[in-house]
């Protein structure tokens, strides 16, 4: 069983909708990332939080706004999304963003839907 | 420019066969890091293995095996005597020391093991 949790595992949202999706995990890693992955592709970074700051962004549209509460905790909020934004959200984490530390574990993912 | 090429993008076996997925990668750092990960239907993807560029050593673990050649730039994974729930997509990674945790995929490979 995976140490990442990812809530909801389902969700679906209109175009004006504001929701949230969350992650946490539990095993003292201190950089945790969002990637974005569409059908039949590989996994696309969002964001990378490293001790709580964001060290990555990826050129990701404002209407996707990462906050990292604590080291524990990710969140991804979600606004005026459209239709394309429709994929699987996948939460990981790390012991450390380089180094002999990297190790990339995944959740299992949020599956949004944009209708 | 880093990258990492999955030639296979689907391969069919039947159970009790070997069969090997490739993948290729290109970078121009001394220390990276290279991973495969397997992805179920339900989405998660699951660590299998981490290999450091500077450690060429094979290595085997149950009914999987990889083959790591920086001669060729190769990182290929064998599972021996396939069964039905080695079906998956199968991704082959790199993440480079400076990148920040980022990891590159490769386009993956499908693999469908029939009973």
């Known amino acids: 069983d995976t140490e990442v949790t990812q809530t909801p595992k389902h969700l679906v949202m209109g175009m004006t909708n504001k929701k949230s999706l969350k992650c946490e995990q539990h095993?003292?890693?201190?950089?945790m990332y969002w990637y974005k992955q569409k059908a039949k592709k590989p996994p696309e970074l969002m964001f990378v939080y490293s001790y709580e700051k964001l060290s990555i962004n990826e050129s990701v549209p404002s209407r996707f706004s990462p906050e990292c509460p604590n080291s524990s905790l990710l969140n991804l909020h979600l606004h005026a999304l459209q239709p394309e934004d429709s994929a699987l959200y996948l939460c990981a984490s790390s012991q450390a963003s380089r180094g002999s530390g990297n190790t990339i574990y995944f959740g299992e993912g949020s599956w949004l839907t944009v209708v | 420019a880093q990258k990492v090429t999955q030639a296979q993008t689907e391969i069919s076996v039947v159970e009790k066969e070997d069969v090997t997925l490739d993948c290729v990668y290109e970078t121009r750092d001394t220390t990276y890091y290279l991973f495969w990960y397997k992805q179920p239907p339900s989405g998660e993807l699951v660590f299998l293995i981490r290999r450091n560029s500077f450690d060429e050593q094979n290595e085997i673990s149950g009914r999987y095996s990889w083959n790591f050649q920086k001669s060729t730039s190769s990182f290929n994974f064998t599972i021996t005597a396939s069964q039905v729930v080695d079906s998956a997509v199968y991704f082959c990674?790199?993440?480079?020391?400076?990148?920040?945790?980022?990891?590159?995929f490769g386009q993956g490979t499908e693999l469908s093991v029939k009973p």
């Open positions: 095993m003292g890693h201190r950089a």
């Open positions: 990674a790199l993440s480079e020391d400076n990148q920040g945790g980022k990891l590159i």
